[in-house]
């Protein structure tokens, strides 16, 4: 099959379904629409499913020859609690809510490469998954979709996935060996210490003062226990305590984010944040306790699937469209999950166009993608995931 030609043979199409999951966006774990059409589309081109995976996900599956490896490709599918301000025919309908995150392109790319393997079913050996999945915003619905068996049964060898990106123009892609987003851990601290009247600080723990000691003492932890050449990031994003002016507060809470590129360091840093948080508030007399939620792990491509894709892409896009990112990013992305288990890799697919000033960022209430996006997507998808069934 001549993947391009087809490609663009059904681009329109594709462009259709995207607008439409565009119009109705849903949120994290609420996905019941947006599976209900995606079912649509799988029936419409006999593709065999299974739904109500991690409740809102769907495994699509595309059996070629007997024989050869099994290979995924997964979309995420979920939008966010967003009102678009975007003035366009197929803004969304669902009261704030937005796919301000593009998981409708990806979803509309995937439902396009789930489709040119259906119809290339007897011209490759194999296997070929495409997982829609639920919740990439909020709880990790790949986490989910794992534990529920979606890699087994038949076992997946590599998977693929990848994420627009309008601050790069749409025809060009961004790819990375190795480390490539960050682990994430949500915490929250609590500092206890003693009130007083305003007036009579000597009978009290003030909790203010030990938080901005805390706060202070933590600033050492990136800049003096971790490698410079190794990246970390804390962020207390909140902080709240106290209750009236001439009062001293005993009690303080503050939130924020811990952010590693590896598990050595996920730990490490843990631990370095819970000693700073309990000794500098046992040395004015207070106590502090952390409570860590785990997030997501850090995302990790492997080098010879980056190899493929590589090869790939300089095919379909040119060398001069395919760059490599010289930093990993210390945002998160559930994919993560998968990579823990299976060789894979995760790529940027631009969806930019500075021309019509399209280059919001993602999460915000003006973000637009060019659609062209879904095309190459579609053809570069595709044609890694037939490398990688031959590899
Ligand atoms: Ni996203």
Redesign the pocket.
């Known amino acids: 099959m001549d993947i391009k030609k087809r490609a663009n043979e059904i681009f329109e199409e594709l462009v259709e379904i995207r607008r439409e999951l565009h119009m109705y966006p849903e949120l994290s774990e609420k996905e019941y629409e947006t599976v209900n059409r995606i079912c649509k589309y799988l029936d419409k081109w006999g593709i065999e499913y299974k739904r109500g995976i991690a409740d809102t996900g769907v495994v699509a599956i595309i059996r070629g020859q007997e024989g050869g490896r099994t290979v995924a490709a997964r979309a995420?599918i979920d939008a966010l609690p967003i009102i678009e301000l975007n003035d366009i025919p197929f803004k969304s309908r669902n009261k704030g809510i937005m796919h301000a995150?593009?998981?409708d392109i990806?979803t509309a790319i995937h439902l396009g490469v789930a489709r040119l393997f259906k119809e290339m079913e007897d011209k490759f050996k194999g296997n070929v998954k495409i997982f829609f999945q639920p919740a990439?915003?909020t709880v990790g619905g790949a986490k989910r979709m794992i534990e529920e068996g979606c890699l087994k049964d038949p076992d997946v060898d590599y998977i693929l996935s990848l994420?627009?990106m309008p601050n790069l123009e749409v025809g060009n892609i961004e790819i990375k060996y190795g480390k490539l987003n960050a682990a994430t851990n949500e915490f929250n601290i609590k500092i206890k210490g003693k009130s007083s009247h305003a007036a009579y600080p000597e009978e009290s723990v003030d909790a203010i003062v030990v938080a901005g000691y805390i706060i202070t003492a933590l600033q050492t932890l990136v800049s003096r226990n971790i490698s410079p050449l190794n990246s970390v990031v804390l962020t207390l994003g909140q902080i709240r305590g106290g209750t009236k002016n001439n009062v001293i507060t005993g009690e303080v809470n503050m939130s924020g984010t811990l952010r590693t590129l590896d598990e050595e360091t996920r730990e490490f840093a843990k631990r370095r944040l819970v000693e700073i948080v309990e000794n500098t508030a046992k040395a004015y007399g207070a106590s502090a306790s952390v409570e860590f939620e785990e997030g997501y792990p850090a995302l990790i491509n492997d080098d010879e699937v980056v190899d493929v894709l590589k090869e790939a892409a300089e095919e379909v896009l040119g060398l001069d469209k395919v760059h490599f990112k010289e930093f990993p990013s210390m945002g998160a992305?559930d994919f993560s999950y998968f990579l823990q288990r299976v060789k894979g890799a995760y790529y940027n697919l631009g969806c930019g166009n500075k021309e019509k000033a399209w280059t919001q960022p993602?999460?915000s209430s003006s973000f637009m993608a060019d659609e062209e996006a879904i095309k190459i997507g579609l053809i570069l998808q595709t044609q890694t995931l037939l490398k990688l069934l031959e590899k």
Do not use: F, N, Q
Request: hydrophobic share 15%.
């Open positions: 995420d995150c593009g998981h990806h990439e915003e994420h627009v992305d993602l999460h």
